[in-house]
């Protein structure tokens, strides 16, 4: 904790100085992660957790995002050439984080300029025809300014046959024009063309529908996205005076789709013969206004820190949906392709509106007693407000201003033991209904959800650390009514357990091991027909195995991962299950110099034993797992 703490005091005290050269020759996963519990550096990813899946809920469907810990409305995802690292926080990892949230909180952090010139070159390649080239690094103009630019062109192979072209390109800015104030303005653009609509399946019955082979575009050729996704805002933070600091971050997300598409192999037999349907959207454009203004205040008090944080939180958000059409396509067979010619039109319909103002002011309180504990909590009070606009309908209204709390506390057993506990309550986005639902991409509504948890931590010694939690989760559970409506049809309680062990075994072995163990049960509402105890897609468990070794031979390093998911759930019903899956990885990465410049080549075999298995979409509704495949990419720093 004493490390945590440093960092911790040192961001709320005053505001640190980059002065490091670009470099992404040294990006691992496994040696950077600090727990199990969720990290991305790069190309590369591990965690039991991810921002789509936390304890068994979605923290980025519920808003729960964060730019440098700032709040940040995604709409579309920060691009690969301005994002440095992506941590999920829960439990332990998140105290000192104001305003903890239920479903855990995804910390995203850019890639500043620094202070000397620079740049990467990252080429990449996998077996699936995959291949691009990436372009990253830093300018400084002066001695107060530095330019950071990324430019990405990527040919993307997907495992079930689908392709797409896209390239990104991104600027941010670091300005210090005074002592103690520090600006970064920044702007991605990420363009998608040719992205062909992969497959789902949709069983008859109470049955898995067979596997379709990897590497086989099913769909209809013309049936292409494409979209462009915009990220621009700025980060703001400067020293009112000691130990008083204000930050500002305000973010504006866009999704503008041109075209879109799905497409369902309905009423699938076990044979593999099916309905074959093509949904087709019309344009429609999502965006999001958002930011956070925080005002901290910490008093140094002997060997206590207390520090206040006054926030305010904002978001404006519009969204478009529905009005799509379909094309029946006939009788159809999985490993098929469709060959019908593209209609000469569609008939559209209008489409429906969404926008959500909310405003959320609060006030948190951390508190640290070196070598004895700490201690916080926050109260916040939102103002929510959405009006939901489908056409031949009147204008449907949503008002909430619920009281948001959370209280945390940490109490030190001993230099290597420390106890925690925490409870949070928070208003959450519950994302938009899925694309076999008779409302399709409709956004669901804002809920209330709480959680509680408690855990220890030991520090086993040498940078070796163990960490171990219960936590129990509630809130409303979401699937499809009779009528074929995604819509609340009951309550989850999500209770589990889960583990984290991370660091050096020796100085030439890191390894990063965890687990979740859940025990997640519906209970659905009086009117639900057909609702099973086990929420889809949750699996009863979840563990993982990372492990990286710095070979004798000098230079070349060995790593490996091991994944196995438990049984899960895959239908409303509770009729139909996917079986337990385990994956194991291998790769190495070789750090060598090339005109004396360092540069890493990774090369990686995932799946190593062509496990396969289904994916789950939704209650019913299917995509398969990729089969065994290589990856590599080269990375030279100047």
Same mark, same amino acid.
Do not use: C
């Given at each position: ?8 005091a040192?961001?709320?005290?005053c505001i640190?100085?980059l002065?490091?050269a ?7 996963a ?5 727990d199990?519990f ?20 979605s ?11 700032l709040?940040f409305?995604q709409?579309?995802g920060l691009?690969s050439t301005?994002?440095d690292?992506?941590?999920i ?11 903890a949230?239920?479903?855990?909180? *995804?910390d995203?952090?850019?890639r500043a300029p ?5 740049a ?6 996998d077996s699936?025809?995959?291949y691009?080239?990436?372009i990253?690094g830093?300018?400084?103009?002066g001695p ?10 990527s040919?993307v192979?997907?495992?079930d ?15 210090r ?5 520090e600006?970064?303005?920044f702007?991605t653009?990420n ?42 805002g700025?980060l703001?933070?400067?020293r009112?005076a ?13 999704w503008?789709?041109k075209?879109s598409?799905t ?8 044979d593999g013969?099916?309905e074959?349907?093509?949904?087709a959207d019309?344009?429609n454009?999502?965006?999001s206004?958002?930011?956070e ?19 305010a939180?904002y ?10 059409d379909?094309v ?21 319909s ?5 926008? *959500?103002k ?12 070196k ?15 959405k009006e939901?606009?489908?056409?031949g309908d009147?204008?449907?209204v949503t008002?909430?201003n ?7 506390a940490a109490?030190n057993?001993?230099?290597s033991?420390?106890?925690y ?5 928070g208003?959450?986005e519950?994302g ?8 399709r991409?409709?956004?669901?509504p ?8 408690a ?20 809130r ?10 995604y819509k ?5 309680r999500?209770?589990?357990?889960e583990f984290? *062990? ?15 163990f ?10 639900a027909?057909n ?9 009863t468990?979840?563990v993982?195995?990372n ?12 790593d ?10 895959s ?12 994956r194991?990885?291998?790769g190495?990465?070789y ?6 410049r360092?540069a890493?080549?990774r090369?990686?075999? *995932?799946n190593?034993?062509n ?5 789950i ?7 398969s797992n ?7 990419y080269?990375?030279v720093?100047f």
């Open positions: 904790m004493v490390s945590r703490l440093r960092i911790a040192a961001a709320l005290v640190p100085a002065s490091h670009q470099s992404r020759s040294d990006e691992n496994v040696t950077q992660a600090e199990a969720g990290f991305s550096v790069g190309r590369e990813s591990l965690g039991i957790y991810n921002a789509g899946n936390a304890r068994g809920f923290p980025a469907a519920a808003g729960n995002l964060r730019i440098d810990g709040y409305d709409m579309w691009s301005l994002l690292s992506t941590s926080k829960v439990g332990l990892s998140a105290q000192g984080y104001p305003f949230a239920p479903s855990g909180i *995804v995203q952090t850019l620094g202070d000397k010139a620079g990467s070159v990252v080429a990449n390649w699936w025809g995959s691009g080239l990436e990253d830093t300018v400084p103009i107060t300014f530095s330019l950071g630019y990324g430019i990405n062109g040919h192979g997907f495992p046959g689908t392709t797409n072209w896209n390239h990104t390109e991104s600027l941010i800015a670091r300005w024009p005074v002592k103690g104030v600006i970064m303005p702007w653009l363009n998608d063309y040719d992205d062909e609509a992969g497959t789902f399946y949709i069983p008859a019955g109470p049955f898995l529908p067979k596997l379709p082979r990897n590497d086989t575009n099913e769909g209809a050729g013309w049936a292409d996205f494409r979209y462009k996704g915009l990220n621009t700025v703001a933070s400067g009112l000691q130990n008083w600091l204000l930050r500002l971050g305000a973010f504006h997300s866009v503008d789709v075209h598409w497409n369902l192999l309905l009423d699938e037999q076990p013969s099916g074959r349907v093509l949904f019309p344009p454009r999502s965006a206004n958002s930011g203004l925080r005002l901290t205040h910490s008093i140094p008090d002997g060997p206590r820190l207390h520090v206040f944080h006054l926030s939180r978001r404006d958000a519009h969204r478009e949906f529905g009005g799509s379909f029946d396509f006939g009788p159809g067979r999985i490993g098929v392709k469709v060959t019908n010619p593209e209609p000469a039109s569609f008939n559209f209008e489409v429906s509106r969404d926008h *959500v909310q405003t959320t002011v609060g006030l948190a309180y951390d508190g640290r007693w070598d004895v504990g700490e201690i916080s909590f926050g109260i916040s009070k939102a103002n929510f407000r939901t606009e489908v056409p009147p204008t449907a008002k909430s619920p009281w948001l709390y959370n209280a945390t109490i057993l001993s230099k033991i420390i106890v506990g925490g409870y949070a309550r208003l959450e519950s938009v209904a899925p694309d076999n639902a008779a409302n991409k409709a956004p669901l804002v809920i209330l959800t709480e959680q509680k948890d855990g220890i931590r030991f520090n086993l010694g040498k940078g070796l650390k163990a960490v171990a939690g219960v936590f129990d989760l509630s409303p559970y979401f699937s499809f009514d009779s009528a074929n409506v609340q049809v009951g309550t989850v999500s209770r589990g357990v984290s *062990v991370s660091g050096n075994l020796t100085p030439n072995l890191n390894i990063v091991a965890g687990g979740m859940l025990d997640p049960r519906v209970t659905a509402d009086a009117a027909t609702v099973g105890s086990k929420p889809v897609g949750l699996p468990h979840l993982i195995l492990g990286n070794w710095k070979t004798p031979v000098e230079g070349l390093e060995l490996a991962g091991i994944v196995h998911r438990g049984r899960t759930p239908t409303t019903d509770n009729l139909v299950f996917v079986p337990a899956r385990a194991v990885d291998f190495t990465h750090r060598f110099k090339i005109a004396k360092s890493t080549f090369l990686q075999m *995932v190593l034993f496990n396969r298995g289904w994916g979409a939704g209650s019913g509704v299917y995509n990729p089969g065994r495949y290589v990856q590599g080269l990375t720093d």
